[in-house]
């Protein structure tokens, strides 16, 4: 059984530009969360994905979005990046409300914003 | 809950101490809560969890209570080792997943 993989764990980018931040959930895994890691702060929910369709987003603008695929991988694309969009990027994945709830968490990207 | 700022909570405990976490929640129909433990680096990483149905729930040396009526979860470590020392998160779901505050636990040999 793999667990949750990210990719890349870390990236640089320039204030304006776009970035796609990858993962790949954990095997029978349905259900996948994005959340942003601010240096010293806690998780914050970005958004939730269960097949293939957004089902519930914390307090970020639109500029944050996501796909989830069939396979069950997802991706977090950030556009018109600011510098307070510097964090870890941390990606969990869960059954769906499953007997076995637990959510099982990447090692994150850190991005940074320059 | 929303996070604290850049001040996290600190705990700080002997070696072989009991350590005691606390965590206030914010959602009241949460049905599930889970204690993750985060080191430096790495990803939350899943100790022990309840369901609101339970009031207690024992692990290997852990044990977490539930309190509904005031929103209030607790974390409690036996005989707390170095290798303990990290930073604590409450979590709670319903349809997903929110942090509280977490906690910085540092163990002292």
């Not at chain 2, 939350?44 to 979860?73: A, C, E, Y």
């Amino acid at each position: 059984e793999t667990g949750v993989t990210q990719s890349p764990t870390h990236l640089i980018k320039t204030r304006g530009q776009q970035v796609t931040l990858r993962c790949s959930s954990q095997s029978g895994h349905n259900t996948v969360s994005w959340y942003q890691q601010a240096l010293g702060q806690g998780p914050q929910f970005i958004f939730q994905y269960y097949r293939e369709e957004e089902n519930g987003r914390g307090n970020f603008p639109p500029r944050f979005s996501g796909l989830q695929f069939p396979n069950y991988s997802s991706e977090l694309n950030v556009n018109a990046l600011e510098l307070d969009d510097s964090a870890l990027y941390l990606c969990a994945s869960r059954p769906w409300r499953g007997l076995n709830y637990g959510y099982t968490f990447g090692s994150g990207t850190r991005l940074t914003v320059v | 809950g929303e996070s604290v700022g850049l001040h996290l909570p600190t705990l700080s405990v002997q070696e072989g101490d009991n350590s005691i976490i606390n965590c206030a929640y914010s959602n009241s129909a949460s049905d599930y809560f889970i204690w993750y433990k985060q080191e430096s680096g790495k990803g939350p990483q899943f100790i022990i969890d309840i369901r609101s149905n339970m009031d207690k729930r024992q692990g290997q040396r852990v044990t977490v209570l539930l309190n509904k009526t005031v929103k209030h979860l607790s974390l409690q470590i036996a005989a707390t080792q170095p290798g303990d020392s990290a930073v604590y998160f409450c979590a709670e779901a319903y349809n997903d997943m929110r942090f509280g505050a977490g906690t910085r636990l540092t163990v002292k040999p």
